[in-house]
């Protein structure tokens, strides 16, 4: 919960309050779905919030089942944030820049990689709009007729993907792209801030797994999952929420030194 909290503030500075409600939305869903299925498959972990019987079917509401369910969740809707707030940080032109000295061809996946989703959608976003002057709407209509628009649409997507890729690879031929060292429009520095904030985040990380290697906030067994809060997670909360964090806390130390 530290975590996602953490997360869900670092997402809101980067990504904007707009997009960061819209992933909670959908996070809102899947914990949802996470829920149902775990209290539907762990019913034997005691104790029994809730019990029903209708002829041979039993359901028994497991606490245990639910509070692991929503720890679960929320570990996975973290991994989400952290990867949308990486594909924000990491821009294609740092990506580049960090990589190409060394494998200009590693740079070139690791950017496609990171920018593959936001590409897709929003180059669907475009067709979608435009086959909306032409009276294509994939909203309206019968199952069938949806279906086909829908099928059109993912066409035009997949071939103008490709015409695309090829244009891309066309373009890297003619300027000569790995065959020597490239140039660069900007240039990024390696400063004392940034030597002291991966320090900094290192000595977190250690500190996490150091509170895990001791078994602090943890539990061994689903049947354990009895109490919310314990007073041996007080510091995974501290340190797991500060490691979370660093990112802001570190941008409010500089911009306050630059003032």
Request: net charge positive; hydrophobic share 50%.
């Amino acid at each position: 919960m530290a975590e996602f909290i953490a997360l869900t503030i670092t997402a809101t500075y980067y990504l904007g309050g707009q997009k960061t409600a819209r992933q909670l939305k959908y996070a809102v869903s899947f914990l949802l779905m996470i829920l149902f299925f775990n209290t539907l498959l762990n019913q034997k972990f005691p104790p029994i919030l809730w019990h029903f019987k209708w002829g041979i079917l039993t359901f028994k509401f497991s606490y245990p089942a639910f509070l692991y369910g929503i720890a679960m969740a929320i570990v996975l809707i973290a991994m989400l944030f952290v990867f949308s707030v990486l594909n924000a940080v990491l821009t294609p032109s740092k990506l580049i820049y960090v990589f190409s000295p060394i494998a200009p061809r590693l740079a070139v996946l690791v950017t496609i990689s990171f920018t593959l989703v936001t590409s897709f959608t929003d180059r669907l976003k475009r067709i979608l709009r435009l086959q909306k002057t032409r009276n294509v709407d994939v909203v309206n209509g019968s199952l069938k007729t949806r279906t086909q628009k829908t099928l059109h649409i993912f066409e035009i997507l997949l071939q103008d993907a490709l015409s695309s890729a090829m244009e891309t690879a066309n373009l890297m031929d003619a300027r000569g792209f790995g065959a020597a060292k490239r140039t660069h429009y900007r240039s990024y520095h390696w400063q004392f801030s940034d030597l002291l904030f991966i320090t900094i985040a290192t000595v977190m990380l250690v500190a996490t797994i150091g509170v895990r290697i001791l078994s602090m906030g943890t539990s061994r067994s689903v049947a354990n999952f009895t109490t919310i809060f314990t007073p041996g997670d007080t510091w995974p909360i501290v340190v797991t929420a500060l490691l979370f964090l660093l990112p802001l806390i570190s941008e409010g130390v500089y911009r306050s030194c630059k003032n």
